[in-house]
């Protein structure tokens, strides 16, 4: 009887991708393995997850309010009907790898009620409530910063692991034809500095009406310049021209690292990870919610010279008025001292994961 693998870890693609790179590798190793998700219906990973050829179960949505308000009285009632489903789902699974965000809550505690054994895996430098409560309960856990492994005693240090196709352009020799390619099919000319942005798996409202104003205001200083800015799935899309792309979702960032010379994006751990393994600079703006984990990644980038950090409440086309050209100059004389340090963290992984499978009784 084949082996069967739940991942949970859904809401964004910080949760999503790193979840698929180690359902990948794990196939790779062994492709008998039934690799499975959780994930809640109309949640990004309801677009991302089908698209790549999994299967996915869907679980009523329980995440903890971060505000005061009534929604703190459904939750409990709300989190019981996640947990429900989720046992139902789990159920003769053989391992369940959760990489936190609300999915993993439920399929934790419905895998730690059935005695199903538990990995985990935390992308930040700020461990989120999901990862803290799953830590209880699992028999591994992987962590991306070498500060949470010394905070969390027995874990393991494997880095953040990233989709196949980074890694294949980590290894990449020519990466100019590349980019060329690129630009010419977004009708951008490769000679000419081109500028990604992207606020999140969702699109930013704030960085998306930042990027309107600047056009608007300020790209007669910079003709030189090609952005291309995905807004986000759910979000209207402005008119294109000859140097602004807008789209909606970026599907194939290998396309995006290689042809930006500067990246302008949250700074969420697996974007952080992406950028440092394959030795992009970038503008960080932190997504001002949360426990603090988006600041710590970008000050870790900050810290190696590999980026600019702009609080959310500074960050405006004035700001990018007066730092772009500096940003980009920055980025043109950015040497990387090492790149693809992640390249094997999906591996490593799955390993684990296989090291568990083995100890469960046939």
Same mark, same amino acid.
């Given at each position: 009887?084949?082996?069967?693998? !739940?991942?949970?870890?859904?809401?964004?693609?910080?949760?999503?991708?790193?979840?698929?790179?180690?359902?990948?590798?794990?196939?790779?190793?062994?492709?008998?393995?039934?690799?499975?998700?959780?994930?809640?219906?109309?949640?990004?990973?309801?677009?991302?997850?089908?698209?790549?050829?999994?299967?996915?179960?869907? !679980?009523?949505?329980?995440?903890?309010?971060?505000?005061?308000?009534?929604?703190?009285?459904?939750?409990?009632?709300?989190?019981?009907?996640?947990?429900?489903?989720?046992?139902?789902?789990?159920?003769?699974?053989?391992?369940?790898?959760?990489?936190?965000?609300?999915?993993?809550?439920?399929?934790?505690?419905?895998?730690?009620?059935?005695?199903?054994?538990?990995?985990?895996?935390?992308?930040?430098?700020?461990?989120?409530?999901?990862?803290?409560?799953?830590?209880?309960?699992?028999?591994?856990?992987?962590?991306?910063?070498?500060?949470?492994?010394?905070?969390?005693?027995?874990?393991?240090?494997?880095?953040?692991?990233?989709?196949?196709?980074?890694?294949?352009?980590?290894?990449?020799?020519?990466?100019?034809?590349?980019?060329?390619?690129?630009?010419?099919?977004?009708?951008?000319?490769?000679?000419?500095?081109?500028?990604?942005?992207?606020?999140?798996?969702?699109?930013?409202?704030?960085?998306?009406?930042?990027?309107?104003?600047?056009?608007?205001?300020?790209?007669?200083?910079?003709?030189?310049?090609?952005?291309?800015?995905?807004?986000?799935?759910?979000?209207?899309?402005?008119?294109?021209?000859?140097?602004?792309?807008?789209?909606?979702?970026?599907?194939?960032?290998?396309?995006?690292?290689?042809?930006?010379?500067?990246?302008?994006?949250?700074?969420?751990?697996?974007?952080?990870?992406?950028?440092?393994?394959?030795?992009?600079?970038?503008?960080?703006?932190?997504?001002?919610?949360?426990?603090?984990?988006?600041?710590?990644?970008?000050?870790?980038?900050?810290?190696?010279?590999?980026?600019?950090?702009?609080?959310?409440?500074?960050?405006?086309?004035?700001?990018?008025?007066?730092?772009?050209?500096?940003?980009?100059?920055?980025?043109?004389?950015?040497?990387?001292?090492?790149?693809?340090?992640?390249?094997?963290?999906?591996?490593? !992984?799955?390993?684990?994961?296989?090291?568990?499978?083995?100890?469960?009784?046939?």
């Amino acid at each position: 009887m084949a082996l069967r693998v !739940i991942f949970a870890g859904g809401g964004s693609a910080g949760h999503i991708e790193p979840a698929l790179a180690v359902a990948e590798a794990l196939q790779d190793r062994d492709p008998k393995i039934s690799c499975e998700f959780l994930g809640v219906l109309g949640g990004l990973e309801s677009l991302l997850i089908p698209k790549r050829g999994y299967r996915i179960h869907y !679980i009523p949505k329980a995440s903890f309010p971060r505000k005061l308000s009534h929604k703190m009285i459904l939750f409990p009632f709300l989190l019981l009907q996640a947990i429900l489903k989720s046992r139902a789902i789990i159920k003769r699974a053989d391992l369940v790898i959760g990489f936190g965000g609300y999915v993993s809550t439920p399929a934790y505690l419905a895998a730690w009620s059935q005695k199903v054994p538990i990995m985990i895996h935390e992308a930040n430098a700020k461990p989120g409530l999901a990862n803290r409560l799953g830590r209880r309960f699992a028999k591994v856990s992987a962590v991306n910063f070498k500060g949470v492994a010394e905070q969390w005693p027995g874990s393991v240090l494997t880095g953040m692991p990233i989709r196949q196709s980074l890694n294949n352009l980590a290894e990449l020799a020519d990466k100019s034809s590349f980019r060329e390619l690129n630009c010419q099919s977004w009708g951008f000319d490769p000679n000419r500095p081109v500028v990604a942005v992207f606020g999140g798996s969702l699109g930013s409202t704030h960085i998306n009406s930042v990027i309107e104003e600047f056009l608007a205001k300020y790209q007669d200083r910079y003709k030189e310049v090609q952005i291309i800015h995905a807004l986000g799935i759910n979000n209207e899309l402005p008119k294109a021209t000859s140097s602004y792309l807008p789209q909606p979702y970026f599907h194939d960032m290998a396309s995006i690292y290689a042809s930006a010379d500067l990246l302008i994006t949250r700074s969420g751990a697996v974007t952080c990870s992406e950028l440092a393994s394959l030795g992009k600079y970038s503008i960080l703006i932190p997504l001002p919610h949360g426990n603090g984990e988006q600041f710590d990644n970008a000050a870790a980038l900050v810290a190696q010279g590999s980026a600019m950090m702009v609080a959310n409440d500074d960050f405006s086309s004035q700001w990018l008025d007066q730092n772009l050209s500096k940003a980009l100059i920055n980025a043109a004389n950015y040497q990387p001292k090492s790149i693809g340090s992640n390249s094997k963290s999906a591996m490593k !992984i799955a390993e684990l994961a296989q090291a568990l499978l083995k100890e469960r009784p046939e």
